[in-house]
């Protein structure tokens, strides 16, 4: 099986990669596919360019062979749609099963997404579940849930997709936001995402004042 994180990475972080990191152990995945958006739906337009945001993941994942870094949206015109991206995936490599690594906060408002419902036709979607979190129990995402859920991470090497696992994750409270207001401010970024990153941010002068006037 593959798992799928998509997302700005503007810029990565150890929240991303811990956090994928686990989920890669736990369920025995053979890599990790790390896909940067072109035009998140749900966010702003990334403030990196798409080379700046590449290199970025490179420099993080450059010791970890299970990362792989894919551009294929990149390659689409339009909002990156994250369905595009599974069929696209799911064209390339018919028979494996596909994982999509989702947070907590985007699996709450999953039904705001570009045709959700057939997500679960291209992949089986694990939840990144932390401490506290509420889910409806009334509602069209409800109904998602009792649908598709599974308690057995096992059963998800059985098919190739189709299924809904919640896994519990370290959480650590690391945002994209706070590390580029924090740079902007002309804080220290350290700890909070790989060093060999946090060189190609200053290499390049991202998310400085100046960059920002």
């Not at 798409?50 to 949206?73: G, I, S």
């Not at 849930?145 to 308690?151: D, N, P, Q, S, T």
């Not at 991470?153 to 590390?179: C, E, M, R, W």
């Not at 804080?187 to 920002?212: H, I, M, Q, T, W």
Request: net charge negative.
């Amino acid at each position: 099986m593959i798992g799928i994180l998509g997302g700005s990475f503007d810029p990565v972080h150890y929240g991303h990669l811990r956090t994928a990191l686990e989920v890669q152990q736990f369920l025995g995945l053979d890599e990790i596919r790390l896909i940067p958006s072109l035009l998140p739906p749900h966010r702003p337009t990334p403030q990196a360019s798409p080379q700046q945001r590449v290199a970025m993941l490179n420099a993080a994942v450059e010791n970890y062979p299970v990362f792989k870094v894919d551009t294929r949206e990149f390659d689409r015109e339009g909002p990156s749609y994250t369905l595009d991206t599974l069929i696209s995936l799911r064209e390339e490599m018919p028979a494996v099963g596909l994982c999509l690594l989702v947070g907590m906060d985007a699996f709450q408002v999953l039904a705001s997404w570009h045709r959700w419902r057939e997500l679960m036709d291209y992949c089986h979607m694990v939840v990144l579940d932390r401490p506290g979190a509420q889910l409806p129990t009334q509602g069209e995402l409800a109904d998602f849930i009792r649908l598709h859920r599974v308690m057995d991470a096992d059963k998800l090497g059985k098919q190739s997709s189709g299924l809904l696992y919640f896994h519990p994750v370290s959480q650590l409270q690391i945002s994209s936001t706070a590390i580029r207001k924090l740079l902007a401010s002309g804080g220290d970024a350290g700890f909070l995402l790989p060093e060999r990153v946090l060189d190609v941010v200053r290499s390049k002068g991202l998310y400085s004042v100046a960059e920002n006037q």
